[in-house]
């Protein structure tokens, strides 16, 4: 559920409000379905009594880009993935009658973007962001006698405007939101600890009063906190405050928490602040829970990182805001399988590259134990595509960073604030810091708890460190090039230092592996992304730079990274095509060579060199030179071929990879872990046979029937004995029987350009996947099937909700 839908507010389906003059807490209508869409720009499309006859159905979150075409013509180029951009219309009725004393707000989580909105045929905004969330006052454009219409019209055209794929249209969720004339506006509610030891804790409660009716008002502020047993852990009530008409008043109270339970990486643990506008009889004018948590967090020059009195590393990744097959507008369970997989590789942080996320996002890393470095912009004034935000920043930055931070300044697993990403403003110094100096009083303005960073690039050719550029930062952040980072705290060691973006290699993780000075860094990238494939060109789509590719498996890459992040023990092995005698290929799985890309629908693909393989099943079935290559945090590995031990390796300092240099023989490669202790840990590749089958499995057994419920189901082709084919090239058709819906297929290929929501879909490396949800309450049976090949049939349970 996104934030701020909190256990007092009372959610309706389209209902009619009540239209009593009394004083009532918040309500929230989620405004999902029922939405009139058309791609175009019809003139009058704003106006209330403007036809649908003709439009679309459609539900919100929607992203109209992602269902293609995708066309070397695109306007949007590469950097959009070739996939379509332009204007569309939403049009919805409004179930509202209007009740004296009562304001009614639309809040958009993303509109994208170059945004307006119209009720009933009146301006109410305009947003050129496409990714800072928008509340719009609309009372008094509301009609008693109805109907009451929302016009919103999206805008892509000015394209490229990002170097990434953006999706079009109303991407995340929309939400009416009722509450009184005095009421606590948009991000006014903020908890924050003030004080913290192990016997108690000292929480501030800042609370902003908007009164936006014609005359002064009494206000009471109430303030009840619950703990993660759900018990009441503190509560707090203000004075009796006078709001003056059209004022915003400003009201902070303390309260004591005894014995606080920490929110930490292993223990995620949350509070809630149910806040309460009363008046002077104690009736409610407004209410807001705001789930929080309770921890300390710290940059230190000389030791990095340190959360709640430990020192660690952030080992963290950047990710985009797409979701692969669905595009922009992303299911949290699409975020739930990705974060999961990613803290399964020893990931302990994310960077939101290079905008604020969704708040249900947010949410997920405050519940899983994900440390967050929320980045704002990707430019300022000087421009990197023609139409991209520099067009607004003078005269929006200052609102949107506002917005932005008080959205998301109650979440505990933020840490850190990032300004931007590589801007090309430092090139010009006095613009630069007088740019960087707004955004830092803005947020130190508005949440004095958190440092703010950027991501610095090659800040040595702008003058960075020397210019005192760099000094203006809390934390100083750099992307790539670690040595430069760690030479710019030498020369002075009162910088605190992250690396905010950083590639894959050995070279860029053991200087901050080695350095007590390195709070952390943050892979360039955690997942693969739809997108920035202008420097590949066409065919490509997306980039293959994750520890995950889109369908959320883990690359090879991200295997040896888990041998190197993983605090649990990790043995991976791999098959290097490149013999230890001739050299590798590849530093480790970080390097270029990537696997192959197989050539989907008759697209010509050009094959990169290849080196690195997760099967034992070589082209060249004949004897011939190969190296085993393991990747493990274990102290000692052995290593086997077709039962006879290669001997035992032991860790390399420098985290190299072990490797076996053999002579190829079908069968099997197994390495295991020798440490004591470690039982049997072990890991296993198989020559594959001739493909025969198709093996089904999914994440769940059960998925929900709304938006944010989706669960992957995988198909792999398999031989007679069960091994995956990875050289099976068979059109997998995907079905669904019952009370369930397909969503998307999907293999993670780069240049696969068949629309994502076909049925049809030719695996990868032997696997291929499915999105389904479900369809109201019952069961439901996903199928699978391909000529020559066994079948294979999966039954999952849906539920409405």
Request: contains cysteine; proline residues 7%.
């Amino acid at each position: 559920m996104p934030r701020g839908f909190g256990c007092a507010a009372i959610i309706f389906a389209g209902l009619a409000f009540s239209s009593a003059a009394i004083p009532a807490e918040r309500q929230i209508t989620a405004l999902s379905d029922d939405w009139h869409f058309l791609q175009g720009d019809p003139e009058g499309a704003e106006r209330a009594d403007t036809s649908t006859q003709g439009w679309r159905t459609v539900s919100v979150p929607h992203d109209w880009a992602i269902a293609g075409p995708v066309s070397p013509d695109a306007k949007a180029g590469g950097e959009n993935g070739f996939f379509p951009s332009g204007v569309a219309w939403y049009r919805r009725d409004l179930h509202i009658v209007p009740a004296p004393n009562r304001r009614y707000f639309v809040e958009f989580d993303g509109i994208m973007e170059r945004s307006g909105v119209w009720v009933n045929g009146h301006h109410v905004g305009y947003r050129p962001m496409g990714y800072v969330s928008l509340r719009y006052d609309i009372t008094r454009h509301l009609r008693r006698d109805g109907p009451n219409v929302i016009a919103v019209r999206t805008d892509t055209a000015a394209a490229p405007s990002s170097r990434w794929y953006t999706g079009s249209g109303i991407y995340r969720h929309v939400r009416l939101i009722e509450t009184g004339d005095v009421h606590v506006p948009q991000g006014g509610a903020f908890v924050r600890t003030s004080s913290i030891t192990t016997d108690a804790a000292t929480l501030s409660v800042s609370t902003e009063i908007d009164n936006a009716g014609a005359a002064s008002r009494g206000a009471i502020v109430d303030v009840v906190v619950t703990g993660p047993d759900g018990r009441e852990a503190g509560r707090a009530r203000s004075p009796l405050t006078r709001v003056d008409a059209d004022r915003t008043q400003l009201v902070t109270r303390e309260i004591r928490l005894v014995s606080p339970r920490r929110w930490n990486l292993n223990d995620p643990a949350m509070y809630r602040a149910a806040i309460r506008i009363l008046d002077e009889r104690g009736d409610v004018l407004d209410s807001e829970t705001v789930p929080f948590g309770v921890r300390e967090a710290e940059f230190r020059a000389d030791t990095g990182f340190w959360l709640n009195g430990r020192n660690l590393k952030l080992k963290g990744v950047a990710v985009h805001h797409d979701g692969g097959a669905v595009g922009a507008a992303v299911p949290i369970a699409v975020w739930r399988q990705r974060l999961t997989a990613l803290k399964a590789l020893g990931v302990n942080a994310i960077r939101t590259a290079h905008n604020v996320p969704s708040p249900e996002l947010l949410d997920l890393a405050d519940e899983l134990g994900l440390l967050v470095m929320d980045e704002w912009f990707d430019q300022w004034n000087v421009a990197k595509t023609p139409e991209d935000y520099h067009l607004f920043f003078s005269d929006w930055h200052k609102r949107d960073a506002t917005d932005m931070i008080r959205r998301d300044r109650n979440h505990p697993s933020i840490v850190l604030w990032s300004a931007g990403n590589e801007i090309h403003d430092t090139a010009y110094p006095v613009q630069a810091k007088a740019a960087l100096r707004s955004l830092l009083d803005i947020a130190h303005a508005n949440d004095p708890t958190r440092p703010v960073t950027m991501g610095l690039f090659r800040p040595n050719v702008t003058g960075d460190y020397a210019n005192g550029l760099a000094d203006m930062l809390d934390v100083v952040g750099q992307n790539y090039r670690e040595t430069e980072l760690e030479a710019a705290h030498r020369q002075n060691p009162r910088r605190r230092i992250v690396g905010t973006e950083n590639g894959h290699n050995r070279v860029n993780w053991l200087p901050v592996r080695d350095n007590p000075a390195y709070a952390g860094m943050f892979l360039w990238t955690g997942i693969d992304y739809m997108g920035e494939a202008n420097r590949a060109g066409w065919p490509f789509i997306s980039r293959y730079t994750g520890l995950l590719d889109r369908t959320g498996a883990p690359h090879i890459r991200g295997l040896e990274r888990a041998s190197w992040w993983s605090d649990k023990p990790v043995i991976h092995v791999v098959r290097n095509a490149i013999p230890t005698a001739a050299g590798p290929a590849t530093d480790g799985a970080g390097g270029p060579n990537q696997p192959a890309l197989p050539t989907m629908i008759a697209v010509a693909t050009p094959q990169p060199p290849v080196a690195l393989f997760d099967d034992w099943t070589p082209t060249n079935p004949k004897p011939h030179p190969e190296t085993i290559e393991v990747y493990s945090n274990c102290r000692q590995v052995e290593a086997f071929i077709n039962g006879r031990s290669l001997g035992s390796l032991p860790i390399n300092a420098d985290a190299s990879p072990r490797r076996w240099a053999v002579t190829y023989a079908p069968g099997d490669v197994r390495a295991v872990c020798r440490d004591q202790g470690a039982g049997s840990i072990s890991d296993r590749l198989v020559t594959a046979g001739r493909a025969a089958a198709i093996r089904l499995s999914s994440d769940a057994g059960t998925v929900g029937s709304d938006f944010d419920s989706m669960i992957y189901v995988r198909a792999q082709v398999v031989d007679a004995k069960g091994v995956t084919v990875p050289g099976a090239q068979h059109l997998l058709h995907f079905s669904v029987q019952g009370a369930g819906e397909l969503i998307a297929t999907d293999n993670g290929s780069v240049t696969d350009h068949r629309p994502f929501a076909s049925p049809d879909r030719q695996p990868r490396d032997g696997n291929a996947v499915a999105l389904v949800r479900g369809a109201g309450e019952g069961r439901f049976t996903v199928r699978v099937s391909a000529q020559g090949l066994k079948p294979g049939s999966i039954a999952l349970q849906a539920r409405r909700k």
